[in-house]
């Protein structure tokens, strides 16, 4: 860890945008928390300097141009000690918190809503692939997470540990829906009838966005 924050970067994005539409500035701020952006301020933020952050910055930057805003790109190559260790530790808290919602999401969203097709008995192929592509989704955020922690913020194993129990979860589960349709296929064969209906199902829970933070205006 020692070694990562002497070698690191920063730059600094300070950018100003018209009040209307609101929209604009909303999609602005998305996406800059979306490739790793701490504000200190608003409409001034700070990221990690490297070849990735340059690039995505680039589209967000031109959009700022196109809504009739302006912005600075500056260079942040020697903070002092104590501000540096303000930057990474606002970076580490903020990933920190990311671990934390994956963890939140496979606890109480992804798990119980296993436990509940599982109580309903709704043990479908298209139930399955649904969650298995819930499983999916998670599994992308925290990838997504993991590619910008720089500083090793803590959590991260924590959330490791959910994926790999969410994942054990899912695949009992599709071990099951395989062994019932399979019974189920050989009875139709023999008596002609007919596989279970698949139940409704219940309105998922929305998945928070991967940033954890609240909207920022300019």
């Given at each position: 860890?020692?070694?990562?924050?002497?070698?690191?970067?920063?730059?600094?994005?300070?950018?100003?945008?018209?009040?209307?539409?609101?929209?604009?500035?909303?999609?602005?701020?998305?996406?800059?928390?979306?490739?790793?952006?701490?504000?200190?301020?608003?409409s001034?933020?700070?990221?990690?300097?490297?070849?990735?952050t340059?690039?995505?910055l680039?589209?967000?930057?031109?959009?700022?141009?196109?809504?009739?805003?302006?912005?600075?790109?500056?260079?942040?190559?020697?903070?002092?000690?104590?501000?540096?260790?303000?930057?990474?530790?606002?970076?580490?808290d903020?990933?920190?918190?990311?671990?934390?919602?994956?963890?939140?999401?496979?606890?109480?969203?992804?798990?119980?809503?296993i436990?509940?097709?599982?109580f309903?008995?709704?043990?479908?192929?298209?139930?399955a692939?649904?969650?298995r592509?819930?499983?999916?989704k998670?599994?992308?955020?925290?990838?997504?997470?993991?590619?910008?922690?720089?500083?090793?913020?803590?959590?991260?194993e924590?959330?490791?540990?959910?994926?790999?129990?969410s994942e054990?979860?899912?695949?009992?589960?599709?071990?099951?829906v395989?062994?019932?349709?399979?019974?189920?296929?050989?009875?139709?064969?023999?008596?002609?009838?007919?596989g279970?209906?698949?139940?409704?199902?219940?309105?998922?829970?929305?998945?928070?966005?991967?940033?954890?933070?609240?909207?920022?205006?300019?």
């Open positions: 860890m020692a070694e990562t924050k002497r070698r690191a970067n920063f730059l600094l994005v300070v950018y100003r945008m018209p009040a209307k539409p609101t929209a604009g500035r909303v999609a602005v701020w998305r996406q800059l928390k979306k490739i790793g952006a701490i504000y200190l301020h608003q001034v933020c700070v990221f990690i300097d490297n070849t990735k340059r690039r995505e680039q589209p967000i930057l031109a959009r700022i141009v196109q809504a009739a805003g302006e912005y600075h790109l500056l260079p942040l190559r020697r903070p002092l000690p104590e501000e540096y260790e303000k930057l990474v530790s606002q970076f580490t903020q990933t920190s918190r990311q671990y934390l919602e994956i963890v939140e999401n496979c606890e109480v969203n992804f798990q119980k809503e436990e509940f097709e599982t309903r008995e709704n043990f479908t192929y298209e139930e692939e649904e969650i592509i819930e499983f999916d998670i599994c992308n955020w925290y990838e997504h997470v993991r590619q910008r922690d720089w500083f090793e913020a803590p959590h991260r924590d959330a490791e540990a959910w994926l790999r129990r054990q979860l899912l695949e009992r589960f599709e071990a099951k395989y062994e019932i349709q399979e019974r189920e296929s050989v009875e139709t064969e023999v008596n002609g009838t007919r279970r209906p698949r139940r409704t199902r219940r309105p998922r829970v929305a998945q928070p966005q991967p940033t954890g933070e609240r909207e920022q205006t300019a």
